[in-house]
């Protein structure tokens, strides 16, 4: 059996075009989310700068994707699948600590990543699932009830829905929401998290006669 000449793998052809295609879909991938980072949504996709950015020929885009829409959908769900881990950081973490880390994880990226999600959402794509890590969230909520933050009274579903939408609503208009009330975004970060810290410590509470439960 002849053998691999020094420094070279013995993969298959056909891995390393499958190695190269995912590359490339990366890499366009990749340039297509800072291109709208930059350039803002409404702006559209110019797959010349995408290429351009990515390093690559045009015809790549329509060969991997076939469509502008088609890159635009596996851009957004690439950066959202990217972004996923950061997410299960302060999963241990008690209720009221978990979640206003959370309305301060809102880089510039952060933003986006609910951006892109919302996206997602409105373009129906069953692709991505914008609930994720749902029973890992709902666990964290029953812990909190076993550690006396969180009544067991409460429907703990329905707090993770009101307490994401919340926190991605906040994620999308952070920065507008400053600038219309002249304030930095710090100063709001911190308004919007004294009322949010008030909010889930009266959750330790059970909630009132006349509210629905769980």
Known sequence: MPSTPAGQSSAPADEYAFRGSEATKRRLSDAAVDLISHTGILAGLNLRKVAEVAGVNR?????????????????????????????????????????????????APGALRWTLLTLLAIDRDESVDVMPLLEGSIDALHQDMARGDLDPAHDAEALHIALTSLHRGYAVFREPFSLRLGVSVEELDDRVGAILRHWLEAMSAAPSADEPVG
């Open 59 to 107: 015809g790549n885009v329509y060969h991997y994707f076939g469509s502008r829409q088609q890159l635009l959908r596996h851009a957004l769900a690439a950066h959202w699948e990217a972004a996923l881990p950061r997410l299960t950081e302060f999963g241990d973490r008690p209720l009221v600590e978990r979640w206003l880390i959370g309305m301060r994880d809102l880089s």
